[in-house]
């Protein structure tokens, strides 16, 4: 995310969107696409934050309820919940979230460092917020959310 | 000079990999051939060496130059007949020909490489030509000639300490050679080229989504394949048609066609198929190029265990997947050196036991049932299932009651059990306490399964069953919880579906596992949805829908579906109001929402069935890897897209096992113990007699043997006729002769009610119709029965059933009360019409006092002499006294010391009695039983208590007997 802002001086744009009531963002070009894809697949004895797994276009597509993965509680499934679909390294992953807001252009200077404890969500999920006229936009760790528990092992080699 | 151009390079690996795998076996060819040279086949050889000679020189591969070259030289010697190939020079040539391979492999550090003591020894051959037995023992390098031939396998990858250790070397050694500085020089260049090259291709298999197995891909760099161009021509072809197929397609969803639409669904199904199949064949690789290595093995390994052994090969050209092909090297290498090591025997055991001193191992493929089978066998001392199993008990692997169960066979396959090897010396060949489980990990990963077969003294037989392809398999799609899984065909025993009202019967509990009793076996049952976790439910046919299951496990069933168990639980409105077709039909557990779902799996020894709640189709998928953050979840293999689009998982039939906590050993265990549960319930089950019961009055209950009953009819009372001071009814377009109990027992009268029942007997050619009311029911009782207390006319004895004294009638005696004049002119009837002194006797073998008086009664009734005896032992001894007495048999099967069949075996086997008739009496008529019946050599069989039917054979005997 670090190096990412740094190349480009400009601005970035961030897609933003609400995980229950709190509004995030991420790096628009970290994003594949976003659907509207519900027909998920249950998949008994997952972990909790897992939804399920989905077929898109012929590819088996891991979905992350983000809500349940945050700490902010289950994201409900509704007409305005969308997957966001991550290129992870070797597979792709989905995000649920509860609706999808604006593009937002930010000048990524003025991405201030999370507080450790940004109201009641995890910080180590997040890389930094970002302040908007009327808006706090909290900017999301895109790699700590798809780390397993089990990767603590390459955690401290990449950060 | 540095590598250019990695095409030219890898097309060089590639050529060269595949001169040596013939080099091997063309080598072998001509030792045996000695000094009858085979010019043809030298020629091969040297021409391979001489291609990768002037392969290497041109790509500045110098190491690999000079030792090509040196081979060379001994090659053209023996080529023009110089030299003779003795045994030594052949050893020198393969191991050449191995550090060849070995350096062809890692080609980027084969410069640095030190293979002085291979040219030395070569050379020597060259030029002294006449001494090469000193030499060739002495030349190779002790540490690297000692592990070469003793583990082909790890060729492949040649472990990195040895070359950073043989790069250590070089500099020092050839320090004073400036042109070797040069080499080293690039080398190095060379080889950050090549590490980087192989980072690329790392990250290109991780990023690529087509990673096969999960585990597979991301460790191993791309390798390549050769396809033919035909093959690839094929597949252009098929994809220009795929092409076609989809505009045509196109078109037609534009115009809405409809008719059209299945034309082009067609075609694209047909194209897509063949695509597949070309796809496949790419992949597709001959089985031979596992197997060519195998006759050096042998021959290194018997060679050093001076053991004589042939090896055939059969079914080389058999193609499985690369994935498979290469996955299966090492466990097959694994095998074929058990056989060598601990299958065949020395040259002078094999004599003593009056063998051919040269044993002979035989490996096969072939296909069979879309799988391709590998089958490694060899005739030596083969195994001992006794030794076997006492090993297993000696390292607490099982348990000595448990191996006493065991048969021959799965006794053999206890050694593929995690932690154990026979061999009573540890050898550096094989037994190295990774045995047999790590080839049977290896191949159950892959989907295969492993089975062996011995005979102590002669043989051992292991086969191997494979896949053909990893990529596409063959599935059982189930459903469970709403969500569809598929079960690979593999894995997939058989589909067993046990309906509602057969549960009790066939489920059993024993302790916390459920079992279900298949052909004589018993199958532990695993339920899914307890597996998963998932909501139990059941699938609803007449609503199509699913309904949480509030069962916890299948044996809650048994209130609602056993008889024995109803008179408690079910309310008694529920009971009482319906007749017994209706209630049959509407009764909850005759719909088929409650029958058991069954897929019968196995996972190499173990067997078990996985209950779900639907079955569907068998469908042919596509696995797909799941994401990682599933990987923890261990009971899927994959995933795979359904024709509608949805997502189903792939089940990993081993993993669900275990999570379910069933090892084998617990199943055998678990089997053992659920055995004599079993053989205990039969033997008690023999004895029931089947009865049905009814009222006469509230308070009165009756019972009637089953067998007897023809059928069960509700009629109103207003129906019955009382015409010449009898009552009938209208029946089947005749008049039922209709009476109640109380007309000839001493037992409260028939209620008064409108709805009454009539149960229907066929007696001496006719129908009558016994009045009764409800509840009636169907049971079965093992329960002593008294015929003493309530013994009266008409009643035969009593019982108690479900907490009630149950009277049981004896429709003959009221039958006869009531209407003497039917049996009169009825034969069976008759009283036997001879002279005083020439009665018959009948011997009467039963155990139960209540039956053997029963049918005492009859035969005295109708004139014979009855002797009685409790069981067969009694019978055999009463013969022996009383033989020329006795005119018939009529025997129970069931009973203690000595059983029916036993007896009958005995009579007919015995010249004294061998003519006696036997009649065998039975509460179960199953066929099986019938024909063992026949076998030993019963004359006639009949369901206890049909007196009818007993009593007419027993006439017919005793006449012939009498005209005898």
Redesign the interface.
């Known amino acids: 995310m670090a190096e990412s802002s740094k190349e480009t001086k400009t601005t970035i744009e961030l897609a933003t969107f609400y995980v229950g009531h709190a509004l995030c963002g991420m790096d628009i070009l970290k994003i594949q696409e976003i659907n509207k894809l519900m027909?998920m697949?249950?998949?008994?004895?997952?972990?909790d934050y897992?939804v399920g797994?989905?077929?898109l276009r012929?590819?088996?597509?891991?979905i992350?309820d983000l809500g349940q993965k945050l700490g902010l509680g289950r994201v409900e499934i509704s007409n305005d919940s969308r997957n966001i679909i991550i290129n992870?390294?070797?597979?792709?992953?989905g995000l649920l979230v509860s609706k999808i807001s604006d593009v937002i252009m930010a000048d990524p200077d003025r991405i201030e460092p999370a507080p450790a404890n940004m109201s009641g969500i995890q910080g180590s999920f997040f890389t930094g917020v970002y302040k908007t006229e009327n808006k706090l936009i909290g900017i999301l760790d895109v790699k700590e959310v798809?780390r397993?528990e089990?990767d603590n092992l390459g955690r401290g080699l990449e950060r | 000079m540095s590598i250019e151009d990695d095409e030219i390079l890898q097309g060089f690996v590639e050529e060269s990999l595949e001169h040596l795998a013939d080099i091997e076996n063309d080598l072998l060819a001509i030792e045996e051939g000695g000094a009858d040279i085979d010019v043809e086949l030298v020629n091969k050889v040297f021409r391979a060496a001489h291609s990768i000679k002037g392969g290497a020189g041109f790509m500045g591969l110098t190491v690999i130059q000079d030792l090509a070259h040196a081979a060379e030289n001994v090659l053209g010697l023996i080529r023009s007949g110089k030299l003779v190939p003795t045994p030594n020079i052949v050893n020198v040539l393969l191991l050449a020909a191995d550090e060849l391979q070995s350096l062809i492999e890692d080609v980027g550090n084969s410069n640095t490489v030190d293979i002085t003591s291979h040219t030395a020894a070569l050379n020597t051959i060259f030029e002294g030509g006449e001494a090469p037995v000193a030499t060739a023992k002495k030349a190779p390098q002790p540490e690297r000639a000692e592990p070469a031939p003793a583990k082909p396998s790890e060729i492949a990858s040649p472990p990195p300490q040895v070359v950073e250790e043989l790069q250590a070397e070089v500099p020092t050694e050839v320090e004073d050679e400036a042109e070797a500085m040069d080499e080293h020089d690039v080398e190095a260049e060379h080889e950050t080229d090549h590490e980087s090259d192989q980072e690329t291709a790392a990250s290109e298999a991780?990023?690529?989504?087509k990673?096969r197995r999960s585990s597979g891909g991301?460790q191993k760099t791309d390798t390549t394949i050769r396809v033919t161009v035909s093959l690839l021509d094929q597949l252009m072809n098929l994809a220009g048609e795929l092409v076609l197929s989809r505009n045509q397609l196109l078109q037609t969803i534009t115009s809405g066609d409809v008719r059209n639409a299945e034309a082009v669904g067609q075609r694209i199904d047909l194209v897509t198929s063949e695509l597949q199949e070309a796809i496949m064949l790419t992949r597709m690789q001959p089985i031979g190029n596992v197997f060519n290595k195998f006759p050096r093995v042998v021959r290194d390994l018997s060679k050093k265990l001076g053991k004589q052994i042939d090896l055939t090969i059969v079914g080389k050209d058999v193609e499985l997947d690369k994935t498979i092909i290469e996955a299966i090297n090492d466990p097959l290498t694994h095998l074929i050196r058990n056989s060598v090591d601990h299958g065949v025997e020395t040259p002078s055991d094999r004599l003593k036991k009056g063998k051919d001193a040269k044993g002979l191992i035989v490996l096969k493929a072939y296909h069979a049932a879309g799988q391709v089978v590998i089958e490694i066998s060899d005739d030596g001392k083969g195994l001992d299932g006794e030794v076997i199993a006492e090993a297993a008990v000696k390292k607490g692997l099982i348990t000595a009651d448990q191996a006493k169960v065991m048969s021959e066979k799965e006794r053999i396959n206890l050694i593929l059990l995690p932690g154990f090897s026979t061999a009573k010396k540890v050898t550096d060949v094989s037994g190295r306490g990774v045995g047999m489980d790590v080839v049977k990990t290896n191949l159950d990963q892959l989907g295969g399964s492993i089975e062996m077969d011995s005979e102590v003294g002669k043989s051992t037989t292991i086969s191997i069953k494979l896949p053909l392809t990893l990529a596409i398999i063959p599935c059982q799609i189930v459903m469970t919880?709403g969500?569809r899984y598929a079960i690979p065909q593999v894995n997939l025993e058989e589909l067993l579906r046990i309906p509602a009202s057969k549960v009790v019967e066939r489920v059993e509990r024993v302790g916390d596992a459920e079992v279900v009793r298949l052909r004589g076996n018993l199958l532990p049952l695993i339920r899914m949805s307890d597996v998963?976790?998932?909501t139990p439910t059941y699938y609803d046919p007449v609503q199509d829908e699913l309904l949480p299951d509030q069962r916890h496990n299948i044996a809650d069933r048994r209130s609602k579906s056993s008889p024995l168990f109803r008179d408690e639980s079910t309310p008694a409105a529920e009971q009482g109001v319906h007749a017994s077709q209706e209630r049959k039909g509407t009764e909850r557990r005759q719909s088929a929402s409650s029958a058991l779902n069954i897929v019968v799996v196995s996972t190499g020894a173990m067997k078990y069935g996985l209950i779900v709640d639907r079955l569907h189709d068998s469908e042919e998928i596509v696995i797909?890897?799941?994401?990682?953050?599933?990987?923890?979840?261990q009971?899927?293999a994959g995933?795979t897209?359904m024709g509608d689009?949805?997502?189903?998982?792939i089940l990993d039939v081993s993993n669900i096992a275990r999570m379910a906590g069933l090892t084998s050993l617990d199943g055998s265990e678990r089997a053992a113990e659920l055995a004599d549960a079993a053989k205990e319930a039969i033997t008690k089950s023999r004895d029931k007699q089947s009865l049905l019961t009814f009222s006469s009055s509230i308070h009165e209950h009756f019972g009637v043997p089953l067998n007897q009953v023809e059928r069960v009819e509700k009629i109103k009372r207003k129906d019955i006729e009382e015409v010449g001071g009898r009552r009938v009814m209208q029946y089947r377009g005749g008049s039922l002769p209709l009476i109640s109990i109380d007309e000839v027992a001493s037992v409260m009268p028939l209620d008064d009610r409108d709805d009454l029942l009539v149960i229907v007997f066929h007696l001496a050619g006719k129908d009558v119709g016994l009045l009764a009311i409800g509840p009636i029911d169907a049971i079965e009782i093992n329960a002593d029965i008294d015929d003493v207390t309530l013994k009266q006319q008409g009643i035969m004895g009593s019982a108690i059933i479900g907490g009630r004294t149950t009277m049981l009638v004896d429709i003959f005696e009221i039958m006869k009360i009531s209407n003497p004049q039917w049996f009169e002119d009825h034969a069976a009837y008759a009283e036997i019409q001879i002279d005083e002194a020439q009665v018959p006797t009948i011997l009467i073998v039963e155990d139960s006092n209540f039956f053997r008086h029963q049918v005492k009664g009859y035969m005295e009734e109708a004139g014979f002499n009855v002797i009685e005896a409790e069981d067969g032992l009694v019978a055999w001894n009463i013969l022996q006294q009383q033989s020329d007495e006795i005119t018939m048999v009529v025997t129970d099967i069931e009973m203690p010391n000595m059983d029916g069949f036993i007896l009958t075996e005995k009579i007919k086997g015995d010249k004294r009695f061998g003519h006696l008739p036997v009649i065998a009496l039975t509460t179960l008529a199953a066929d099986e039983d019938i024909a063992r019946g026949k076998a030993v050599g019963v004359d006639e069989y009949h369901i206890k208590l049909d007196k009818e039917r007993l009593m007419a054979s027993v006439h017919r005997y005793a006449k012939e007997a009498m005209a005898a």
């Open positions: 027909e697949t249950k998949v008994p004895q997952a972990p897992m797994i989905l077929n012929g590819q088996i597509v891991t992350i992870a390294p070797g597979e792709h992953v798809l397993l089990s | 991780t990023a690529g989504t990673t991301a919880g969500e998963f976790g998932i797909k890897p799941l994401g990682r953050h599933l990987q923890q979840c009971g899927y995933a897209i689009g949805r997502i189903a998982l």
